[in-house]
T-cell receptor, first 113, second 109 residues
Framework: EADIYQTPRYLVIGTGKKITLECSQT?????MYWYQQDPGMELHLIHY???????EKGDLSSESTVSRIRTEHFPLTLESARPSHTSQYLC????????????FGPGTRLTVT | AQRVTQPEKLLSVFKGAPVELKCNYS??????LFWYVQYSRQRLQLLLR??SRESIKGFTADLNKGETSFHLKKPFAQEEDSAMYYC???????????FGRGTSLIVHP
């Protein structure tokens, strides 16, 4: 089924650990995004990609990195997790005939202790 | 620069009452405007887009270029409408949407 998937859905991890949040979409979309969102709050764009080997930083300063080696896969990595990284991370994509409409994944809720 | 303003952080109404969630934007060109909704424990999803001129779940939104607004309206609110609503803007040719801060709608029985 065409969808956008995020794993894990929930993650509790200790300070200083390296983590990778996975995002995959099976819709063939070329544009992908990562947002940070605290519950019920606004979305902050942290990274985006317009296609394979294309990555850009968003508005929110972040200590994370991303890669786009395959169209369908857009992982987000935190080299050293800190309590300030505790938040929800949303992956989204745009493509196909819905040129500007974003499709969102279910999110990963990260807690850094 | 493009900007989206949702002046109300919280809107609380009773079931059956009319609802209007405000959205004002700032953009120099022709914008693409959207309303997204996030129900409790569900993913953020598109509710409607201005170009479609459609009604979804009883909601409508009209683009008013003179007032640079895209308010979301529903004549009779239902309890299941309780959710976070985000107004978003994309400039033509830009694939970096700008989101408003969101409005939490609570519909009381």
């Amino acid at each position: 089924e065409a969808d956008i998937y995020q794993t894990p859905r929930y993650l509790v991890i200790g300070t200083g650990k390296k983590i990778t949040l996975e995002c995959s979409q099976t819709m063939g979309h070329d544009k992908m995004y990562w947002y940070q969102q605290d519950p019920g709050m606004e979305l902050h764009l942290i990274h985006y990609s317009y296609g394979v080997n294309s990555t850009e930083k968003g508005d929110l300063s972040s200590e994370s990195t991303v890669s786009r080696i395959r169209t369908e896969h857009f992982p987000l990595t935190l080299e050293s997790a800190r309590p300030s990284h505790t938040s929800q991370y949303l992956c989204a994509s745009i493509g196909g005939r819905a040129h500007y409409e974003q499709y969102f994944g279910p999110g990963t809720r990260l807690t850094v202790t | 620069a493009q900007r989206v303003t949702q002046p109300e952080k919280l809107l609380s109404v009773f079931k059956g009452a009319p609802v209007e969630l405000k959205c004002n934007y700032s953009y120099s060109g022709s914008p693409e405007l959207f309303w997204y909704v996030q129900y409790s424990r569900q993913r953020l999803q598109l509710l409607l887009r201005h170009i479609s001129r459609e009604s979804i779940k009883g909601f409508t939104a009209d683009l008013n270029k003179g007032e640079t607004s895209f308010h979301l309206k529903k004549p009779f609110a239902q309890e299941e409408d309780s959710a976070m609503y985000y107004c978003a803007l994309s400039g033509r040719g830009s694939y970096i949407p700008t989101f408003g801060r969101g409005t939490s709608l609570i519909v009381h029985p």
